[in-house]
Nanobody
Framework: QVQLVESGGGLVQPGGSLRLSCAASGSIFTIYSMGWYRQGTGNERELVASIIFGGSTNYATSVKGRFTISRDNAKNTVYLQMDSLKPEDTAVYYC???????????????WGQGTQVTVSS
C-alpha cells in the first residue's frame, strides 16, 4: 500500500510564499510521476504542477513563473515552492503519485489527504 503524507499548508498574505512537501512510503516498484493538484470551493480538481521520473516538469498556466516543483528521488518526496501567492491560489492542495506497486507495469494514481492553502490579508 502506498501512502502520501503532505505538509506545509497554511494561511499566508498575498505576495507571500509557502512550501508544500509530500513524502511517499510503502511498496512501490516504479514511480512514473509525482505532482500537485488543487481544488478550490466550487471548482473541479486541477493540475498545478507535475514532475516525471526523468525530471521534466509541467505547470498550469496560472502558476508558471510563481511555483516551482522539485523532487528528491532518494526520499520519494516532492516539493512545491509557491511564491507570489494570490488569493485565487486558495484551495486544498493534493499530492499525487502515479506509479506501479505490483511490479507488472500497472499504473495507479495515489492521493494524499490534502492540505489547505489560504491566501488572504
Amino acid at each position: 500500500q502506498v501512502q502520501l503524507v503532505e505538509s506545509g499548508g497554511g494561511l499566508v498574505q498575498p505576495g507571500g510564499s509557502l512550501r508544500l512537501s509530500c513524502a511517499a512510503s510503502g511498496s512501490i516498484f516504479t514511480i512514473y510521476s509525482m505532482g500537485w493538484y488543487r481544488q478550490g470551493t466550487g471548482n473541479e480538481r486541477e493540475l498545478v504542477a507535475s514532475i516525471i521520473f526523468g525530471g521534466s516538469t509541467n505547470y498550469a498556466t496560472s502558476v508558471k513563473g510563481r511555483f516551482t516543483i522539485s523532487r528528491d528521488n532518494a526520499k520519494n518526496t516532492v516539493y512545491l515552492q509557491m511564491d507570489s501567492l494570490k488569493p485565487e491560489d486558495t484551495a486544498v492542495y493534493y499530492c499525487n503519485l502515479a506509479g506501479d506497486s505490483t511490479g507488472w507495469g500497472y499504473k495507479t494514481d495515489y492521493w494524499g489527504q490534502g492540505t489547505q492553502v489560504t491566501v488572504s490579508s
